[in-house]
């Protein structure tokens, strides 16, 4: 049964959310043109290892943090390098509260246990210090693995309203108070900060789409108060000390009770809201009728956003509805030179969008900036063939405001925005005004309408690929950039063309599906990938999924940590101290082929792991 559920990208893929056109200036652009955009660029070689010499030695960063790097490997087991150390700090299940019962692994918990403890599938993740200098971690649990969160079950599947609850409870946020204690890290458990954020928590609304009758539901008839996170896959946090949670595939939990007869409107169409009726397979909607799109049609209007929560938990969280709605991988704060916060996003969907927000309002250091991302403009990005782009304004595409945030990949088409590899997470430098994104991949590039495009060059992008931009005058305001990339991903022990990568891929860090991508504190890029872990074909040599450590001055790549079978690695943070780097473990066994962090025959569950190194040195 479990054979015959989905991921979210092959739900997707199956049903092809209507796919945007791409502006005549973009498209058909050939592989010609893509050689010599890339050498203009000054990524001179995509040949196979030609670029840097074999690195078996001690790499050096810019940080002055030196590791061996790690070999691509497929143990069940966290790899890091020696001289560091990996503890498992928090698991799927594990009680955030007194009173309630252990992980059980043959039930895999209740609807009410799993309320009360951490969720499924960490992903996106920060550590906040608060009030007195508590230690506060906010994760996101983006999504449950039907096969194992179900795996109890003869049918392998959600069948009882206890476990659609239970799935449901599994999802949204946790925010949990951590404590160092004889240099392991652990839970505070019953600490006033722990709780969880859910699919049935309230949310405030805020921005364009307030009020607006695209919202409106009979359970809200005003369009001001919603219901429920879900689907958070990466966040961002802001200098206010806030934690932005981004709403990612909210898409595949709806569905319709009319079935195969039921017909999607334009808009349903584009974001992927129940296709022929159907969802993933949550049956989220057997217990909650919101979740019934003929029912309830604007209900998933009301989500796709990015939500901002107080670590504290004194002030509601807010659905931040002028960051506009589509598919949010992260949400990237960096503030301008004149004081507005600006946040970058990309909509994870082959062929969507990268996108910017500039606030109105300027930071206060040390104010009440609770309001700044109420309010403010929302750009799409264009790249053009010699280098350089801009940010287009979504107020340009001639719709009313709320229907711009409710349908911004509707308005950013008509903008003209590139279409993208499937943007992921973008960091922004902390020293200098440079950005990053990561394009996971898209396999689907070059056709369907995705023509190749001077930013999207490869065919068939399997591998994926790191672009960055400079903003015109040092200014992430700035309304134009050049970019060039930073890394293509390939593998140049079968490949020598196109598909062996950038010069800085060599046999010994190659890798594929960057996703999640943060820059520490000193300026060093880390790369996490969410991609295929077969180990095999295209992917030989790669091992499992990993964690790598970018040079952004010089392109070097070293791989630093390998991640258990089935995993994927997201989610990155740091102590106050910077001398313990927090990371996520998210789906180990997703195919049911890992018993990892509790080894035996037990049920793989997602983890946060401190990662040290054994003289007590800063990581970060
Ligand atoms: Fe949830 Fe795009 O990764
Ligand atoms: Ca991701
Ligand atoms: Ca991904």
Known sequence: MTDQILS??????????????ESEFQAIVSRRSFLKGTSALGLTAFVAAAGLPSKKAMAKTVSGLSFQPVAANSTDDITVPPGFTSQVVVRWGDPLVSG?????????????????SWGDNNDGMDMFVVDDGRTVLVCNHEYTNIGVTFGNNPEGKPVSDDD?????????????????????????KDSPYNRRITPDSEFDVVGPARGSDLIKTAADPEGVKILGTFNNCGNGSTPWGTYLACEENFNSYFRSSEGEAFQQTAELKRYGVAPKGKERGYNWAQTDERFDVSKHPNEPNRHGWVVEVDPTGRRMPKKLTALGRFKHENAEVTIAKDGRAVVY???????????KFVSVNRYVPGGDNWNLLDEGELFVAKFDETGRGEWVSLNGAGMSADETMVFAR????????????????VAAHPKKAEAYVALTNNSRRGTEGQAVNAANPREKNVYGHILRWIPEGGDHAATTFKWDFYVMAGNPTIHSDVYAGSSNITPDNMFNSPDGIKFDSEGNLWIQTDGNYSNAKDFVGMGNNQMLLGDTETGEIHRFMVGPNECEITGLTWSPDKRTMFVGIQHP???KNSHWPDGGNLTPRSAVVAVRRTDGGLIG
């Open 345 to 355: 996003s990309g909509d994870d969907e082959r062929g969507e969008f990268l996108y």
């Open 8 to 21: 979210f990208d092959e739900f997707d893929d199956l049903h092809a959310p209507e796919r945007q056109q």
């Open 100 to 116: 309630i019962a252990e992980f059980d692994h043959a039930t895999r918990g209740s609807a009410a246990t799993q309320l009360l």
């Open 410 to 425: 509707i308005a950013a088409s008509k903008v003209g925005a590139t279409s993208m590899d499937r943007p992921e997470w």
């Open 589 to 591: 066994g997703e195919k």
């Open 164 to 188: 659609v609850n239970k799935g449901k409870a599994a999802h949204g946020l946790a925010v949990v108070e951590l404590i160092e204690r004889n240099g392991q890290w652990e839970t505070v």
